[in-house]
């Protein structure tokens, strides 16, 4: 089951920054979807891009991961410009 605060992407966009972050930090899905309250599975949508992260998942990811609330809301505007 879904949490209430997702919303379904568009599109399937793979997170590599949130997989990357993750593995930094030395946690698993498992890991991470308990600190935050949610399933594995919802953790691993957030990853392949098949959900979004409400705002307020978003700073409950970026805290755990030490990120940037904006960096996980808008990684697109994260990228370097070339």
């Known amino acids: ?3 209430t605060d997702m919303r379904l992407c ?3 966009t793979m997170r590599t920054d949130l997989i990357q972050a993750r593995q930094k930090a030395n946690l698993t899905q498992e890991q991470l ?3 935050m309250g949610v399933t594995q599975p919802t953790i691993s949508c957030y990853e392949n891009g098949t959900l979004l992260l409400s705002p307020a998942r978003a700073k409950q ?3 755990l991961l030490d990120l940037e609330v904006l960096a996980i809301l808008f990684p697109e505007d994260q990228k370097p410009t070339t």
């Open 1 to 3: 089951m879904l949490d």
């Open 10 to 12: 568009n599109k399937l």
């Open 33 to 35: 979807a308990e600190a």
């Open 61 to 63: 990811m970026a805290s």
